[in-house]
């Protein structure tokens, strides 16, 4: 039968509702989805163009493992240009999405017996990517009062010497929640000091509001840079989650490590989507503006209008599209059919009741949340939260 390895991952519960949301809709049930993690706008027109041109010119074949040389050298300089981060490309390795890139790191650093620091509430794939690495996932809850940011003296004392890596997510899905350079330097302070890799996921870094400037932790000293592995990616930038590019940057030797499980499990990422993504880094940026504009109106109207309904508090987020709301008021309450025990139970009962789809906190290791995702339109945002208030009010 299946290994034990298989046996110690769940699947990836942000898609698992959005498939029964799907299934809904598919049987006629408008529903109205707060549930995705992806933009709701389609990839930009110069970037089809790219790909349908690599086509018609078949480029259609294999290419190098970690990615055509064009791309990679585009990609370092985005990193230098944007990050400020001088990476040669060999210490670059561009893969099938951002979550490919976490996979190889994961693969390439962790053993048995090493512990990784995730600090909660985290993106859903990091605890199980870690098992499935035959490390352990070392959970550290962050707290609401400090916008869900880990802090210095909490990491201090989940560090023990077996502490292999931390993993980082700013702009944080789901909390919507950034670092700033100041916590970013003690975070890096402490990696130094241990002797522990970062792996830092900064697939959010465009997407911040109220002019925050994205910071990455490699940029603060080169000890530090040595021990980061930057993940990115064009999935939500440039609205590519379909085309499957990402990529890592950091030390030589973990990249080749990294290339070299890539070279003996995918090969390498869409010949098609390389050349797309060479267009998304070298073509004109005004799309991401625009896609900001909106989001941010969308935030500013959630986060308002969930603070006004009676129970429910959400500090504003910085930066992605998620609003990671506090439900603990409604926990213990009951509807006719059912007792919001937790968090998953008032997803299922919103689900059911209102139609409304969103992701329960107990999925990114935080109970008493629910994350929204505003990549959907304002009329779907509006009508959602009609039907999310008349529910909640239902609850006894
Ligand atoms: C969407 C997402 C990813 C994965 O992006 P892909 O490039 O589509 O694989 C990685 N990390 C976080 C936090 C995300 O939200």
Sequence with gaps: ???????????????S?????????????DVISFAVGEPDFDTPDNIKAAAIKAINEGFTKYTPVGGIPELKNAIAAKLQKDNGLDYKPNEILVSVGA???????????????????????????YPDQT???????????????????VSPDQLSKAVTKKTKAIVLNYPSNPTGFTYDRKALEAIAEIAVKNNIYVISDEIYEMLLYDGLKHVSIASIDPEIKKRT?????????YAMTGWRIGYAAGDAAVIKAMENIQSQSTSNPTSISQKA????????????????????????????????????????PQGA?????????????KSPNM????????????????????????????????????????EKITEGLKRLKSALQKLA
């Design 1 to 15: 039968m299946i290994s034990k390895r298989a046996k110690k991952v769940k699947p990836s519960a942000t898609l």
């Design 17 to 29: 509702i959005d498939t029964k949301a799907k299934e809904m809709k598919a049987a006629g049930i």
């Design 99 to 125: 979550k490919h890139s976490l996979y190889n790191a994961a693969q390439a650093l962790y053993s048995e017996g090493d512990e990784v620091i995730i600090p909660a509430p985290y993106w859903v794939s």
């Design 131 to 149: 098992l499935l690495n035959d490390a352990a996932p070392v959970i550290v809850e962050t707290r609401e009062e400090d916008l869900f940011v």
């Design 229 to 237: 592995i930057v993940i990115n990616g064009f999935s939500k930038s």
């Design 277 to 316: 993504a060479l267009e998304a880094v070298n073509g004109p940026q005004d799309f991401i503006p625009v896609m900001l504009t909106e989001f941010d109106k969308r935030r500013k109207y959630l986060v308002a209008e969930l603070n006004a309904i009676d129970g429910v508090s959400c500090k504003m």
């Design 321 to 333: 599209f998620y609003a990671f709301a506090n439900i603990k008021a409604y926990l213990g309450k």
């Design 339 to 378: 007792e919001i025990a937790d968090s998953s139970a008032m997803a299922l009962y919103l689900l059911e009741e209102a139609a409304v789809a969103l992701v329960p906190g107990s999925a990114f290791g935080a109970e008493g949340y629910i994350r929204m995702s505003y990549a959907t339109s304002m």
